[in-house]
């Protein structure tokens, strides 16, 4: 297995910089995902990994190599495309034996060329090598697919397909997997399985493996580590805890969940942390910063809410009328006026409890140590 360093990477498409000064540094056996919206950059830069675009500038190793003059198939990079890349015309079995047969036709010798030649033009001119037979059986037992060998691809459902490709990948046994946004074409509930049989195999195998996203609950709830992208460049490198508690930039912080973002100034430093204006709110928070100008956010979930009394008047307490109630099932989401500021709260729905009608009048505390400054 091998790690993964990008040095400075940046790639220009004429007068269109589409990375700029890319640093990653990926560990053996991690799973890290790159998340950002479209043309952010993270495609370009796992395809830059792969050997499929060549840097304008920098620097990549896999292992303790510098591969940027090593192309693409000589890298020991397995991957799986969004489109899956599937050969219609061969079932499960050939489809995964595919690139084995290829290394055999390329490195063995003229016997072992010889059979993978004509196994390539007819399955029924040449028997697949033992060797090969086994491996493809491993592979295909461990996305759970040995008993449909023999099914055609276009009889199978989408996440089965994704799985084959995925066993295709695997049966290289490469450095390295990457994954460009493998999910994107299944349903909700086929893609929350996928996630769970994804993040399995990678912790059974142990393999490196690159995963780009621009779901950020696909990032969060897979990857060991996520870097998210802005406009070619990497804004934060943390753990999806790390990345939700603690994001360093607005960017960070609004695309990574849902947050309550305003424009605040702090009026005053106490030893505690600070008093901060919103307009004409005011709020505590625990956090110091050496500047006048912040952003405050404040997660949804981080608010607490009531109408009956249950919360008293006192720090960080806010007054405010219900606008809009969203019954989300397990949740009941809140946009609140307080002043002239909307405000997001989620609140667990309780059975017997009824949804608070817009108009509702009710207040809101925040701990101060919810209240991040940016």
């Known amino acids: 297995m091998g790690s993964v360093k990008v040095k400075n990477l940046i790639k220009k498409y004429d007068d269109v ?4 000064n890319v640093n990653i540094n ?3 056996g991690e799973f890290f995902a790159l998340l950002g919206p479209s043309g952010c950059g993270k495609t370009t830069t796992m395809r830059c ?3 499929f675009e060549d ?6 190793l896999i292992g303790n190599n510098v591969v940027n003059n090593i192309t693409a198939n000589k890298r020991n990079c397995g991957m799986v495309f969004q489109s899956y890349a599937l050969f219609p015309h061969y079932n499960v079995f050939e489809n995964v034996a595919y690139s084995l047969t290829v290394r055999e036709l390329y490195q063995g010798g003229p016997a072992t060329k010889l059979k993978s030649f004509a196994r390539l033009m007819s399955k029924r001119l040449a028997k697949p090598s033992k060797t090969i037979e086994q ?5 295909l037992s461990y996305v759970e697919l040995d008993k449909y060998v023999e099914r055609g691809v276009n009889e199978l459902s989408g996440g089965q397909q994704q799985r084959v490709a995925l066993a295709r990948a695997l049966v290289m046994e490469p450095s390295v997997l990457l994954m460009d946004e493998p ?3 299944l349903d909700k509930k086929l893609r929350n399985s996928m996630r769970t049989t994804i993040r399995r195999i990678q912790q059974e195998v142990g393999i490196t493996t690159i995963f780009v996203t621009h779901d950020q609950e696909e990032a969060m709830s897979m990857a060991d580590r996520v870097a998210v992208m802005k406009d070619g460049e990497v804004v934060q490198i943390a753990t999806p805890t790390e990345l939700y508690s603690n994001p360093q930039t607005p960017f960070v912080a609004d695309f990574v969940g849902s947050s309550n973002i305003f424009e605040g100034q702090i009026k005053e430093s106490t030893k505690e942390g600070s008093v901060v204006n919103i307009g004409d709110v005011i709020l505590k928070s625990n956090i110091k910063l050496d500047k ?3 952003k405050v956010m404040i997660r949804p979930e981080s608010i607490e809410l009531s109408s009956n009394g249950k919360i008293k008047d006192g720090e960080n307490v806010l007054k405010g009328k219900v606008k809009i109630s969203t019954y989300l099932g397990a949740q009941i989401r809140y946009d609140v006026m307080v002043g002239n500021h909307e405000i997001m709260i989620d609140q667990t729905f309780e059975p017997g409890t009824p949804v608070l009608p817009p108009g509702a009048d009710v207040k809101l505390k925040i701990d101060p140590e919810r209240v991040l400054l940016i």
């Open 55 to 60: 840097p304008s500038s920098g620097e990549i």
């Open 292 to 294: 006048k100008d912040v």
């Open 183 to 185: 999910l994107s074409n």
């Open 26 to 28: 990926i560990e053996e």
């Open 17 to 20: 910089v589409a990375l700029n």
């Open 49 to 51: 990994i792969a050997g």
């Open 135 to 139: 491996k493809v059986m491993d592979a």
